[in-house]
């Protein structure tokens, strides 16, 4: 089983990037959100022309990320899949200088994560997608397919991914066991997929526990 959880809205109780653009970016970031939005542009191409339009210092840019909240429960989530020899990871459509951050404060910066990366330097700061793949169909920055799909022999073949928004849509309908809230568990409901649905991560624990008894109890009868 490996683990892999969206970033902004599921970690994070906010979307990180859109607290940096209302405190250090020029107006203009919105008018990129609505023709996002309204489809007249992809969500890869808003990000990079949002990110281009952020000021201040990198002290600046700290004092901005420092007052992001985690989700209550995940450092123990966290902590519980390791006792367990869970691999946990982050794919998101976010900023992996954003995430850096914000992870090393609560003592997680351990955790692997693919995300976009943020380049140049403040006033020409410049958003870099090595993740992004022609034909995504969420048209995102980073193809959460491909990145849940990356190679990675020493885990087993069940995926948990637990996620929230727009991004998370076609990696969720990969998943082997689901955990959703917000826009990713209306969409699943409305295609009638499977899923567990949670507040805080103290619910996936909770979920995961039970589940993770139901395969061991298995696996021991199958040995009987």
């Not at 966290?78 to 003592?107: K, N, Q, T, Y």
């Not at 949670?198 to 995961?208: I, Q």
Request: proline share 4%; with cysteine.
């Amino acid at each position: 089983m490996r683990i892999i959880c969206d970033f902004d809205g599921t970690i994070s109780r906010d979307d990180t990037t859109d607290l940096v653009l209302e405190r250090l970016a020029s107006p203009g970031w919105r008018d990129l959100e609505e023709d996002w939005l309204t489809g007249r542009i992809s969500a890869a191409e808003c990000m990079r022309g949002q990110i281009a339009l952020i000021g201040g210092s990198e002290a600046d840019l700290d004092a901005v990320l420092d007052g992001a909240v985690l989700d209550p429960g995940f450092v123990a989530f966290v902590e519980w899949c390791e006792a367990r020899g869970l691999p946990v990871s982050i794919v998101s459509d976010g900023v992996d200088r954003f995430i850096a951050r914000i992870l090393a404060r609560d003592g997680l910066e351990r955790l692997p994560v693919i995300a976009n990366r943020l380049a140049g330097a403040p006033g020409g700061r410049l958003l870099e997608q090595p993740w992004i793949r022609t034909g995504c169909a969420a048209g995102s920055g980073v193809c959460k397919c491909a990145a849940a799909a990356y190679p990675d022999t020493s885990a087993p073949d069940t995926l948990v991914y637990v996620g929230d928004g727009r991004s998370d849509f076609c990696v969720g309908g990969r998943a082997d066991i689901l955990f959703a809230k917000g826009a990713l568990a209306d969409y699943a409901q409305a295609r009638t997929q499977s899923f567990i649905p949670f507040d805080t991560f103290d619910d996936v624990t909770t979920a995961l526990a039970l589940l993770v008894g139901a395969a061991s109890d298995d696996a021991r009868l199958a040995a009987v």
